[in-house]
């Protein structure tokens, strides 16, 4: 019975991402993929901070599915923002996906000290992340049970 | 269980937390389909398995696994508590753990999570679901996913 509601639900997805070619591709193949995501776009940490805490423009913002965050970002860096996120006992459990070009087993490291839920790079071709995308959407969004509940 | 020599960097050790022989026949056998550089360790319950990753006892040379999969429901230590010790631990918390478990209940979802469970998957009852099931973790966490580098081992 929840299961008719969960598809006709509109997924929100944050996206964390500073370079505007990465977002407009990645705004594309999720259109292609899957309508019923919303995709919302933070550009720097600070506004994904504000976005996640719901301050100033973002009042409204919903809480998000999930989060597909940057390495690199102006004004507050990945590492903080996942920092941040993890740390914080409501939003900690918002699944946070690292997509960066970063390859550096250091950055893989530190995404996953940090509990990053799993850490994809960023491939530079678009048949690849559009490739990516489709794999994000099947597994996290058939596959996962993302949680529901905020925990009071 | 064959290891090639030029094999070896692909050799994926992926650690398996479950009490149900039939689940972790299933989940053998749906592995050994889809992923043949997938070596299957089994701890069938929550204390076997933090000794396995504290190569403690019996596992005193268990290699340090890529992914683990971990049922809730476990003899001796519960899977909730397998899943604290791990991502308590400075150590084991960069080991992506996945939950496969029954329970479909929000409050094991939502505690999962919290206890930052990597991500949530709830365990098929149908046979070719479950191999579905399984294909997408390969395909997702050995294909897509950057995983750690840590030197294997202690």
């Not at chain 2, 396995?52 to 476990?74: C, K, Q, S």
């Not at chain 2, 991500?119 to 050995?142: A, G, H, M, R, T």
Request: glycine fraction near 4%.
């Amino acid at each position: 019975m929840t299961a008719i509601a969960e598809e006709d639900k509109t997924i929100e997805v944050l996206l964390v991402e500073d370079n505007a070619g990465d977002v407009r591709l990645a705004r594309e193949a999720f259109r292609d993929v899957n309508r019923s995501i919303r995709l919302h776009l933070a550009s720097d940490g600070v506004e994904a901070m504000a976005f996640l805490r719901q301050e100033g423009v973002h009042l409204d913002a919903p809480r998000p599915d999930f989060i597909l965050l940057d390495l690199n970002l102006p004004k507050m860096d990945g590492r903080e923002v996942l920092a941040q996120i993890k740390g914080d006992k409501s939003l900690k459990l918002i699944p946070t996906i690292v997509l960066s070009s970063s390859e550096t087993d250091a950055d893989v490291l530190i995404s996953y000290q940090l509990q990053a839920n799993c850490y994809l790079r960023k491939p530079a071709q678009w048949d690849a992340f559009d490739s990516l995308v489709r794999s994000i959407n099947t597994f996290w969004l058939t596959k996962v049970k993302l949680p529901q509940q905020v925990p009071s | 269980m064959t290891i090639n020599s030029t094999g070896e960097d692909m050799l994926k050790e992926v650690l398996l937390v479950e009490d149900s022989p039939g689940d972790v026949r299933l989940t053998r056998e749906a592995f050994r389909d889809f992923d043949k550089n997938v070596r299957l360790h089994v701890a069938i319950d929550g204390v076997d398995a933090m000794a396995f990753l504290r190569h403690e006892g019996a596992h005193a040379n268990a290699p340090r696994p890529d992914f683990i999969l971990l049922d809730l429901n476990l003899p001796k230590m519960d899977g909730r508590e397998v899943l604290a010790c791990i991502k308590k631990d400075e150590n084991l918390k960069t080991i992506p753990t996945i939950i496969l478990t029954t329970s479909d209940a929000e409050v094991d979802i939502a505690k999962s999570y919290q206890l930052q469970a990597n991500c949530y998957l709830v365990k098929p009852v149908q046979l070719d679901e479950f191999e579905n099931l399984v294909k997408s973790i390969s395909d997702f966490w050995l294909t897509k996913v950057k995983l750690t580098q840590q030197p294997h081992g202690r």
